[in-house]
Nanobody, 126 residues
Framework: QVQLVESGGGLVQAGGSLRLSCAAS????????MGWFRQALGKERESVAA????????NYADSVKGRFTISRDNAKNTVYLQMNSLKPEDTAVYYC???????????????????WGQGTQVTVSS
């Protein structure tokens, strides 16, 4: 089992920044690829960013490219999502997720992930 706990959400004005953190426990963190997903009210969950086990490979949704940065610190068992130039359309509950694969991998489909955090609310006011 892997337990994931997100933090760092909140209310911010458009153009502002937030950094989300996701602390993992339970298994060897460096064996898991990680992802951030979000779900806005009335919308389907979507992939925001993903990172491979080593951190060498990343992937971003087109809507956040150039504004969001995913990173991880395997020594601290933590994955981060730095969000800059926030827009009202970024308002959602943000979830981190973990998936296991024996080699360095990156996944953007939610069905590829085995463990999920409880989510943290991000609200961007206009």
């Amino acid at each position: 089992q892997v337990q994931l706990v997100e933090s760092g959400g909140g209310l911010v004005q458009a153009g502002g920044s937030l950094r989300l953190s996701c602390a993992a426990s339970g298994r060897t963190f460096s064996n898991y690829y990680m992802g951030w997903f979000r779900q806005a009210l009335g919308k389907e969950r979507e992939s925001v960013a993903a990172i491979s086990q080593s951190g060498k490979n990343t992937n971003y949704a087109d809507s956040v490219k150039g504004r969001f940065t995913i990173s991880r610190d395997n020594a601290k068992n933590t994955v981060y999502l730095q969000m800059n130039s926030l827009k009202p359309e970024d308002t959602a509950v943000y979830y981190c997720a973990a998936g296991y694969f024996k080699r360095d991998a990156i996944r953007t489909s939610g069905s590829s992930y085995d463990y999920w955090g409880q989510g943290t609310q991000v609200t961007v006011s206009s």
